[in-house]
């Protein structure tokens, strides 16, 4: 049985819909501020164990949480931290990854480096 979608639950499913970005839970918390924000890390965690939203370990900053309207992957600048999203096709990836007796069910690619504009 699915817990009821409440109304801070909607407010900060929203607000994730709406910026598509990876927001920490403090960002997320600046735009909703009308809730605490333990209950904000609550319902991001619920989410989260609901596979509504992904929660995303970029490097040394905190979690970060997002909707993805489009699966998608990321680049992270060591510099100035910028989180960059782009598509690469998972059928090719998975291809040259060679795990062929490997049941993939899930392909996260993060790729580090600096920032041309930097």
Do not use: W
Request: hydrophobic share 35%.
């Amino acid at each position: 049985m699915k817990t009821r979608l409440t109304k801070k639950r909607q407010a900060i499913l929203d607000t994730l819909k709406e910026k598509r970005a990876a927001l920490s839970a403090a960002e997320v918390h600046a735009l909703v501020p009308d809730m605490d924000l333990a209950t904000v890390y609550r319902n991001l965690e619920y989410f989260t164990k609901e596979k509504t939203i992904k929660k995303l370990q970029l490097g040394n900053q905190e979690a970060r949480f997002e909707y993805q309207h489009e699966p998608h992957h990321h680049a992270v600048c060591g510099q100035c931290e910028k989180v960059i999203h782009f598509t690469a096709p998972d059928k090719k990836i998975i291809k040259l990854l060679g795990l062929d007796n490997f049941d993939i069910k899930e392909l996260e690619v993060t790729v580090r480096g600096t920032h041309s504009k930097h």
